[in-house]
Structures are given as structure tokens and as C-alpha cells.
């Protein structure tokens, strides 16, 4: 199995417009720019990801809608991705998913380094919002993963405007102006979006 471990893009503060609330906090324009370009990376790199599941905090089903839109392939908010989630946890989600060989999780900080330090037995990885490691876990267990890649979000804004420029532009990659949806995770824990 590979996993990617997804960083969410730049979020707004907790302020009176999203009710102080951590859980609320959409991203910001930057972050939806940002994360469109990163997006359009992930896909150049055709990791093939098969899935792509997220915290149900806003800004991580945001940061997944746009990715799971970009690499067209379905979403989901699970409830156990919360902040919090450790590497035991992760395992015991991605059994919910079998058929699932390449799975995409979008999460939060410190969980997304902890989580990769327990799955490689060891190291450091810096998660900037947007970053992107990728491991190879053959076997599903604590310390059996191998480090395949790790990108800065910057490099994969660079890969996904060098495709970009290739290819042509994504007119539906998501632009500044737009409005992600905020909220309407659907009930249960492992809930299908609109990806």
C-alpha cells in the first residue's frame, strides 16, 4: 500500500467570523490558489492515488476537494482523521477501505509528522501546509514503511505550473475568487463529498 500524507493549505485564524472556532477555519484565498497549483503537481507525479480521505475540519476537506478534483477520484471526511490521529489509528481507518491501494490522507500538524515518524521507524519530516510525503507501506504495521518522497508544497506548485504550461491551463483548477464549500460533511464517519 502507498500513503500519501497531505498537509492542509493555508488556513484562516480563528476569528469571530468562523465563531473562534478551530473546526470552522476555511482557507483563505491564498491557501485555495496555492493548494490549486499544488494539486496540479500531485497529479503530474502520477501517484495514482485511488482514494483520498480527510479530517472533517474544514480546511482539510477543503485542501482534499481540491486535490480529489484534480486527480478526479472520490473523497471522504472520516471522522477519525480529527486532530489527534496517530499512526494505530491511520491503520485501523485504511481498513475501512480494501480495496484501496494508494491512499491519499489529508490532515493536520503535529499528526501528519508523527504519524510518518511511527509508520518509517524514525526521522523528521517538516510539514509545511501543502506538503506532501509519500510511503510505501507493504506491510500494514508501525515502523514497515519506506519513505518514497517528500515535497515541499513549493515544489509541487513548481510541477504543477511547469504541467500547467505544458499542457495547457486547468480551467478548473480553483482560482482565488472562488468559494469552497464549508461545510455539509455528510453524516457518518466516512462520508462521500462532492469531489
Same mark, same amino acid.
Given at each position: ?82 486532530? =489527534?490521529?496517530? !499512526? ?7 481498513? @475501512?477501505? %480494501?480495496? $484501496?491501494?494508494?491512499? *491519499? ?6 499528526d501528519m509528522s508523527d504519524v510518518a515518524y511511527d509508520l518509517l521507524r524514525g526521522g ?35 510541477? =504543477?505550473?511547469? !504541467? ?7 480551467? @478548473?483548477? %480553483?482560482? $482565488?475568487?472562488?468559494? *469552497? ?15
Amino acid at each position: 500500500m502507498i500513503i500519501g500524507l497531505l498537509r492542509h493549505a493555508i488556513a484562516e485564524d480563528a476569528s469571530e467570523s468562523n465563531g473562534f472556532s478551530d473546526d470552522s477555519r476555511a482557507l483563505t484565498a491564498q491557501g485555495v490558489v496555492k493548494m490549486g497549483a499544488a494539486a496540479r503537481g500531485i497529479q503530474a507525479l502520477e501517484l495514482d492515488f485511488d482514494v483520498v480521505l480527510s479530517s472533517p475540519l474544514v480546511r482539510c476537506m477543503q485542501t482534499a476537494q481540491i486535490v480529489a478534483q484534480q486527480i478526479d477520484r472520490p473523497m471522504y471526511a472520516v471522522e477519525r482523521l480529527r486532530p =489527534g490521529l496517530d !499512526a494505530e489509528r491511520l491503520l485501523d481507518v485504511l481498513l @475501512d477501505f %480494501p480495496d $484501496a491501494n494508494r491512499v *491519499l490522507v489529508c490532515g493536520h500538524q503535529p499528526d501528519m509528522s508523527d504519524v510518518a515518524y511511527d509508520l518509517l521507524r524514525g526521522g523528521v519530516l517538516e510539514f509545511k501546509k501543502g506538503a506532501l510525503a509519500v510511503i510505501d507501506l507493504s506491510t500494514p504495521r508501525l515502523g514497515a514503511g519506506l519513505l518514497q518522497a517528500h515535497y515541499p508544497p513549493s515544489v509541487l506548485r513548481v510541477i =504543477g505550473d511547469a !504541467a500547467a504550461a505544458t499542457h495547457g491551463s486547468d480551467d @478548473d483548477a %480553483p482560482q $482565488a475568487h472562488e468559494s *469552497l464549500p464549508a461545510e455539509g460533511m455528510p453524516e457518518g464517519d466516512a462520508a462521500p463529498t462532492d469531489a
